[in-house]
């Protein structure tokens, strides 16, 4: 592929990446950056690109990969304390947060590629190398913990 096709995929794709990095991370900086390390790094690999592939699987996978890294890498840090505020928007957005935080990493990655960007069975399963079954079972997974996590 070359830096003009490149640079218009990146272009078409960038507020959709940035929209399931926001959902992983929680932070608009840590999406920000995990968007452009994933531009950066699927820049580096382009050559490599198989055509065989849709570019949004390929850039999608690129992007789970580093904000898997990045969650990671948050799980050795210690943890930042959550901002407290009177009911509304941003409590319920911390709440949403710490309910996500407790769903497993994949099923995490799953349903915000799904729910975030509508993306199909078959492209998740694609994206994350595994099955359509994994991806489905993952998914029922994600929902079931993320719905008692919220009711608590």
């Known amino acids: 592929m070359d830096e003009r096709a490149f640079a218009r995929a990146a272009e078409e794709y960038a507020v959709r990446l940035y929209s399931v990095a926001y959902r992983l991370l929680g932070s ?3 999406a920000e950056d995990a968007v452009q390390r994933a531009l950066l790094k699927a820049f580096e690999a382009r050559e490599s690109y198989a055509p065989r592939w849709a ?4 850039l999608y996978r690129v992007l789970t990969n580093v904000c898997i890294d990045e969650l990671r890498r948050r799980r050795r840090a210690p943890p930042e304390p959550l901002p407290r505020g009177r009911p509304g928007h941003a409590v319920e957005r911390v709440d949403l947060t710490r309910a996500l ?3 497993p990493r994949e099923a995490r990655v ?3 590629l799904h729910y975030v960007n509508g993306l199909s069975y078959r492209e998740l399963a694609t994206i994350r190398g595994i099955s359509v079954n994994t991806v489905k079972s993952q998914l029922a997974r994600g929902k079931a913990i993320l719905k008692q996590a919220l009711e608590e």
């Open 55 to 58: 570019i949004s699987t390929w």
């Open 110 to 112: 799953l349903l915000a």
């Open 101 to 103: 935080a407790s769903v």
């Open 28 to 30: 608009r900086a840590d």
